[in-house]
């Protein structure tokens, strides 16, 4: 019996007297400004998809007029009254 009593020790438990509680520190992956170039690449891609969508399908141009400067004088001549 005390032979199956002294192969049930308990695990001892060191104690620290000066603990210092630890920080957690998350090391990102991509960096914030990293991160906020993405995002903003992002949506000027989206822009311009949209826009190429917009005026080739749904409208009657060509979608890669979109990015020809002509096309927004254009339409900036027609929004400001410019042209009739």
């Known amino acids: 019996m005390q032979r199956n009593q002294s192969n049930k020790r308990k695990p001892q438990v060191k104690e620290e007297t000066n603990a210092k ?3 957690w520190v998350q090391i990102r992956l991509f960096p914030i400004w990293l991160r906020i170039i993405i995002v903003v690449a992002i949506f000027a891609a989206a822009a ?3 826009a190429m969508f917009g005026y080739g399908y749904i ?3 060509q979608p890669s007029d ?3 400067m002509e096309t927004w ?3 900036i001549d027609i929004l400001s ?3 009739s």
């Open 21 to 23: 509680p630890r920080m």
């Open 48 to 50: 311009v998809f949209g």
């Open 59 to 61: 409208g009657d141009g």
């Open 66 to 68: 979109v990015l020809k």
């Open 73 to 75: 004088t254009h339409i």
């Open 81 to 83: 009254g410019k042209e």
